[in-house]
């Protein structure tokens, strides 16, 4: 079945080094994958979208790369601060037969940020 | 311009009773997604209107249900509730379907 699996587990990282989450997906044929941050009883906002003919995307400290042959999305965090601890999510759209399905989402990426 | 806003942000039912729950898009905005998130299945799709039609559906039993108002304001439903229906529901906003989601504060609904 198709799927996008990210690292479940907590990322520890230090402040001030570069922070690097996965997002990896299974036999889908996405126009463009999204990443978005999700704070404790928030709801989740939009960082960065990336399409398919795109290697990569940059906003401030933030860079997200695409893989469409590895089938695989990377997410950075350069010179990461507390602040940015949260949960991170990759999303994204299916096409089938039948035209757009619903906006998948990851299960999301913990990241801590130790001062 | 005002976010999407939910209501209500806290709920508590108890099973086999049914539930509405409203969400107001960012204005100018004409897609609604809802969206289910429980921690052991993250966040799940559940449907999306467009101009007051159902576009796409996710794997829900039939119990869930949603409408979209010419105002593009939505309101979901869930009938017969179940314990595993405790969740936090999210609603979220875009200009034009399956584009930038813009997501609501919640609400979590609590079934006993």
């Known amino acids: 079945s198709q799927k996008i699996e990210q690292n479940s587990e907590a990322l520890n990282i230090q402040e001030g080094k570069t922070a690097t989450l996965t997002c990896n997906y299974t036999n889908y044929s996405p126009a463009y994958l999204q990443w978005y941050r999700q704070d404790p009883g928030r709801g989740p906002v939009f960082l960065l979208l990336?399409?398919?003919?795109?290697k990569e995307k940059r906003k401030e400290r933030l860079k997200v790369t695409f893989d469409t042959t590895l089938k695989q999305s990377l997410f950075h965090i350069t010179a990461s601060q507390p602040a940015d601890s949260a949960t991170y999510l990759c999303?994204?759209?299916?096409?089938?037969?039948?035209?757009?399905?619903?906006?998948?989402f990851g299960k999301g990426t913990h990241l801590i940020i130790q001062p | 311009k005002a976010g999407v806003t939910q209501t209500p942000r806290y709920l508590i039912k108890t099973r086999g009773q049914q539930v509405t729950l409203s969400c107001s898009p960012i204005s100018g905005h004409r897609s609604v997604s809802w969206y289910q998130q429980t921690p052991g299945q993250g966040l799940q799709f559940l449907f999306e209107?467009?101009?007051?039609?159902?576009?796409n559906k996710g794997n829900f039993p039939g119990r869930f249900s949603g409408r979209q108002f010419s105002n593009s304001r939505s309101e979901m439903n869930v009938s017969t509730l179940e314990l595993g229906d405790s969740a936090l529901y999210l609603c979220?906003?875009?200009?034009?379907?399956?584009?930038?989601?813009?997501f609501g504060p919640g609400t979590r609904l609590l079934v006993l």
């Open positions: 999303a994204l759209v299916l096409y089938s037969g039948g035209g757009a399905d619903g906006l998948t």
């Open positions: 990336i399409r398919e003919n795109e």
């Open positions: 209107y467009f101009s007051e039609t159902q576009r």
């Open positions: 979220a906003s875009s200009l034009w379907s399956q584009e930038t989601q813009y």
